[in-house]
């Protein structure tokens, strides 16, 4: 997918999340109620669309078997945003995706990529951090 083409994937998910779902708003022009609608669930949203950027990225790089976000089993709620399998052998990359540099700790996602790394296979953990996306190589 191009860059024009992404850009209007994203505009028109936003259209539809927040324009054509609350219509009615529009209609009766209530734009205050519109608006805070949005700056409300907009963190949230963003959030969402910044992993799908970054999945996208990854995909683009024809370097990953398998892209998709991590849930540890049953009993507990740790996620990883995006775990990204590599064509290689035995390596993948872990990564904690967030809006601002300041809300990234590397101590929780090393805590979270640990179960993984204890399933039997040996991975060398590093830490990188890059403007709001910040990831760990297994």
Same mark, same amino acid.
């Given at each position: 997918?191009?860059?024009?083409?992404?850009?209007?994937?994203?505009?028109? =998910?936003?259209? +539809?999340? &927040?324009? #054509? =779902?609350?219509?009615?708003?529009?209609?009766?022009?209530? +734009?205050?109620?519109? %608006?805070?609608?949005?700056? @409300? #669930?907009? !963190?949230?949203? @963003?959030?969402?669309?910044?992993?799908? &950027?970054?999945?996208? %990225? +990854?995909?683009?790089?024809? *370097?990953?078997?398998?892209?998709? @976000?991590?849930?540890?089993?049953?009993?507990? *709620?740790?996620?990883? #945003?995006?775990?990204?399998?590599?064509?290689?052998?035995? %390596?993948?990359?872990?990564?904690?995706?967030?809006?601002?540099?300041?809300?990234?700790? !590397?101590? !929780?996602?090393?805590?979270?990529?640990?179960?993984?790394?204890?399933?039997?296979?040996?991975?060398?953990? =590093?830490?990188?951090?890059?403007? @709001? +996306?910040?990831?760990?190589?297994?």
């Amino acid at each position: 997918m191009n860059g024009i083409s992404l850009w209007i994937h994203i505009f028109i =998910r936003f259209w +539809f999340n &927040y324009f #054509d =779902r609350h219509r009615s708003l529009i209609e009766i022009k209530n +734009f205050v109620g519109l %608006q805070a609608i949005i700056k @409300s #669930d907009y !963190p949230t949203y @963003s959030g969402i669309m910044l992993e799908r &950027y970054f999945k996208q %990225q +990854f995909a683009e790089s024809f *370097q990953y078997r398998a892209i998709g @976000s991590w849930w540890e089993p049953k009993g507990n *709620q740790n996620e990883i #945003d995006i775990v990204a399998l590599k064509l290689k052998k035995n %390596q993948a990359i872990a990564a904690e995706v967030k809006r601002q540099k300041k809300n990234f700790k !590397p101590e !929780p996602l090393a805590a979270k990529v640990e179960p993984i790394c204890k399933k039997g296979v040996a991975y060398n953990i =590093r830490f990188k951090s890059e403007i @709001s +996306f910040y990831f760990i190589p297994l």
